[in-house]
């Protein structure tokens, strides 16, 4: 079973890995043509919020709702009914998207003014006009993009994992391309961000299309109803919460970012996406393979091996999350700087975006503990019990931002995602404990002991080998490039030294 896990773990990292990549490629090219401004503000806005509910309705709730509906039905039923499953899902799954999308393009300046009203009470409007453009442009990607999460669904329970893992790289790919092209074509060149968005959607849906072929599985169009549906349904509206508190914690960060300094919102994005990175090369790769792999254990009704699945998924996230939490904090300026600080991407702003990563940076591993959590419910069919956690969480957030934000302004909202995220997923192991589903093994707990005191000894070496702010603020970018490099790599080998010292050998978990 660990091998089994390991390797499809393995898989999606390694995909995920290659998309986060060319994903801070894409984020260089933003940060280098239209660095952090009103603009960039705007555009992050209106992508933010297509985005925002693809966790939703995408890899989020749907994918937590419908994976486990699909795995059960793959074990206990026909070929025909797993086929006849997915199309009756998959065809009002597309309605309800193809609805929102029409309501969104047409009240366009009305979702502005929600999610970043900020923008509508500043003196000039071209920001708050140039998000609704943008958004007009932008939104349908949600539309795509849920259709696409629902194909590397079915990928997923059928053991297809690179693939979907594989597709966001055609995001990156198109908006790198059209921030580099096609920006020098446009009146307004931002624009083009927009287009690239849209185009990547497009891209991602097709792409996925030749597998479920190859295991015919492609949806079709179905008339009538069908009571898989109606589960779905069941399950998905509570979890539209429950999974995705983290996003909407980020979302509300975005909306109180709106009124303060213009730029604040652009900070708060590239530190995020710094905080993405080790995110989803631990966090959601787990989530992903620990949804499929403990839905089928729980559809065959093994304990033993469904216990045994959440007890590797959280070391895996322990030995790989909390080096890599005390790298995000102390590393975060270097990284601005090294990354982004280029053109139009101002010292600044780069000092200010590595404010918030260290109060992001800080949460990582309450953020993948959520991850790893909440799918163990989701897995059993229990969608409640996310939301009750959630609940609690996004409200902490919300009063959190409210004292922190108005303190420590764009930081303090950072912190305050950090700070939720937390008290989530302590709640969702007290619920665990509580309903003797699961609790932490005497290994995992010396497990912990062992991470924390390599991370220790990485720390320190971090702390004494490190080159001062002034040093990467004034070198070129290949001095920058080689010297972070080698900081982290020589920090991972001693992190690995010292773990292996402490008789943790990662090749016998």
């Given at each position: 079973?660990?091998?089994?896990?390991?390797?499809?773990?393995?898989?999606?990292?390694?995909?995920?890995?290659?998309?986060?990549?060319?994903?801070?490629?894409?984020?260089?090219?933003?940060?280098?043509?239209?660095?952090?401004?009103?603009?960039?503000?705007?555009?992050?806005?209106?992508?933010?919020?297509?985005?925002?509910?693809?966790?939703?309705?995408?890899?989020?709730?749907?994918?937590?709702?419908?994976?486990?509906?699909?795995?059960?039905?793959?074990?206990?039923?026909?070929?025909?009914?797993?086929?006849?499953?997915?199309?009756?899902?998959?065809?009002?799954?597309?309605?309800?998207?193809?609805?929102?999308?029409?309501?969104?393009?047409?009240?366009?300046?009305?979702?502005?003014?929600?999610?970043?009203?900020?923008?509508?009470?500043?003196?000039?409007?071209?920001?708050?006009?140039?998000?609704?453009?943008?958004?007009?442009?932008?939104?349908?990607?949600?539309?795509?993009?849920?259709?696409?999460a629902f194909s590397g669904s079915i990928l997923n329970t059928?053991?297809?994992?690179?693939?979907?893992?594989?597709?966001?790289?055609?995001?990156?790919?198109?908006?790198?391309?059209?921030?580099?092209?096609?920006?020098?074509?446009?009146?307004?060149?931002?624009?083009?961000?927009?287009?690239?968005?849209?185009?990547?959607?497009?891209?991602?849906?097709?792409?996925?299309?030749?597998?479920?072929?190859?295991?015919?599985?492609?949806?079709?169009?179905?008339?009538?109803?069908?009571?898989?549906?109606?589960?779905?349904?069941?399950?998905?509206?509570?979890?539209?919460?429950?999974?995705?508190?983290?996003?909407?914690?980020?979302?509300?960060?975005?909306?109180?970012?709106?009124?303060?300094?213009?730029?604040?919102?652009?900070?708060?994005?590239?530190?995020?996406?710094?905080?993405?990175?080790?995110?989803?090369?631990?966090?959601?790769?787990?989530?992903?393979?620990?949804?499929?792999?403990?839905?089928?254990?729980?559809?065959?009704?093994?304990?033993?091996?469904?216990?045994?699945?959440?007890?590797?998924?959280?070391?895996?996230?322990?030995?790989?999350?909390?080096?890599?939490?005390?790298?995000?904090?102390?590393?975060?300026?270097?990284?601005?700087?090294?990354?982004?600080?280029?053109?139009?991407?101002?010292?600044?702003?780069?000092?200010?975006?590595?404010?918030?990563?260290?109060?992001?940076?800080?949460?990582?591993?309450?953020?993948?503990?959520?991850?790893?959590?909440?799918?163990?419910?989701?897995?059993?069919?229990?969608?409640?019990?996310?939301?009750?956690?959630?609940?609690?969480?996004?409200?902490?957030?919300?009063?959190?931002?409210?004292?922190?934000?108005?303190?420590?302004?764009?930081?303090?909202?950072?912190?305050?995602?950090?700070?939720?995220?937390?008290?989530?997923?302590?709640?969702?192991?007290?619920?665990?404990?509580?309903?003797?589903?699961?609790?932490?093994?005497?290994?995992?707990?010396?497990?912990?002991?062992?991470?924390?005191?390599?991370?220790?000894?990485?720390?320190?070496?971090?702390?004494?080998?490190?080159?001062?702010?002034?040093?990467?603020?004034?070198?070129?970018?290949?001095?920058?490039?080689?010297?972070?490099?080698?900081?982290?790599?020589?920090?991972?080998?001693?992190?690995?030294?010292?773990l292996r010292v402490l008789g943790v050998r990662i090749q016998?978990?």
């Amino acid at each position: 079973m660990n091998k089994s896990f390991l390797k499809s773990s393995s898989i999606v990292t390694g995909m995920t890995f290659l998309s986060r990549i060319l994903g801070l490629v894409r984020d260089f090219f933003i940060a280098k043509y239209f660095g952090a401004n009103g603009l960039t503000d705007a555009f992050l806005v209106a992508f933010r919020i297509p985005n925002f509910l693809r966790r939703l309705f995408g890899e989020g709730a749907f994918s937590q709702a419908f994976i486990p509906i699909l795995a059960e039905a793959k074990a206990n039923e026909t070929q025909a009914e797993v086929q006849n499953i997915i199309n009756h899902i998959g065809t009002r799954f597309l309605k309800i998207l193809i609805i929102i999308t029409l309501i969104a393009v047409i009240a366009a300046p009305v979702i502005i003014f929600m999610f970043a009203w900020g923008f509508y009470f500043e003196s000039d409007l071209t920001k708050f006009n140039l998000a609704s453009d943008m958004l007009r442009i932008t939104f349908p990607y949600l539309l795509l993009i849920s259709l696409t999460a629902f194909s590397g669904s079915i990928l997923n329970t059928y053991d297809r994992f690179s693939v979907p893992a594989f597709t966001p790289v055609l995001l990156n790919i198109s908006m790198i391309l059209s921030s580099v092209y096609l920006s020098q074509h446009l009146d307004t060149p931002i624009m083009a961000l927009a287009w690239g968005v849209l185009i990547g959607g497009i891209l991602q849906l097709l792409f996925q299309i030749p597998f479920l072929i190859k295991i015919n599985r492609l949806p079709k169009l179905a008339k009538g109803d069908h009571k898989a549906v109606k589960k779905l349904k069941k399950r998905m509206l509570p979890a539209l919460f429950g999974v995705s508190v983290s996003q909407i914690n980020l979302l509300i960060d975005t909306m109180i970012a709106s009124v303060l300094v213009s730029g604040s919102v652009s900070w708060l994005y590239y530190s995020d996406r710094l905080l993405e990175l080790p995110l989803a090369l631990i966090g959601i790769a787990l989530a992903t393979v620990a949804l499929a792999k403990l839905s089928k254990h729980y559809a065959n009704k093994d304990t033993q091996k469904f216990t045994q699945t959440i007890d590797y998924a959280l070391k895996i996230g322990l030995i790989f999350g909390l080096p890599a939490c005390a790298g995000l904090v102390l590393l975060a300026e270097p990284l601005m700087i090294t990354l982004f600080q280029y053109d139009k991407f101002s010292v600044f702003a780069a000092q200010q975006s590595s404010l918030s990563l260290m109060a992001y940076g800080s949460g990582l591993m309450a953020f993948i503990m959520v991850k790893v959590l909440a799918p163990v419910f989701l897995a059993r069919g229990d969608t409640a019990t996310p939301v009750k956690a959630g609940v609690v969480a996004m409200f902490s957030n919300v009063m959190l931002n409210a004292v922190l934000g108005y303190y420590f302004d764009h930081v303090g909202l950072a912190a305050a995602t950090s700070i939720s995220a937390l008290i989530n997923g302590l709640i969702l192991y007290y619920y665990l404990k509580r309903q003797s589903i699961f609790t932490f093994s005497q290994n995992l707990i010396k497990m912990f002991f062992k991470v924390l005191i390599a991370s220790f000894i990485m720390v320190l070496f971090i702390l004494n080998f490190d080159q001062a702010q002034e040093f990467y603020i004034n070198a070129d970018a290949f001095s920058r490039i080689s010297t972070l490099v080698g900081v982290i790599c020589l920090s991972v080998i001693i992190y690995f030294l010292s773990l292996r010292v402490l008789g943790v050998r990662i090749q016998e978990l």
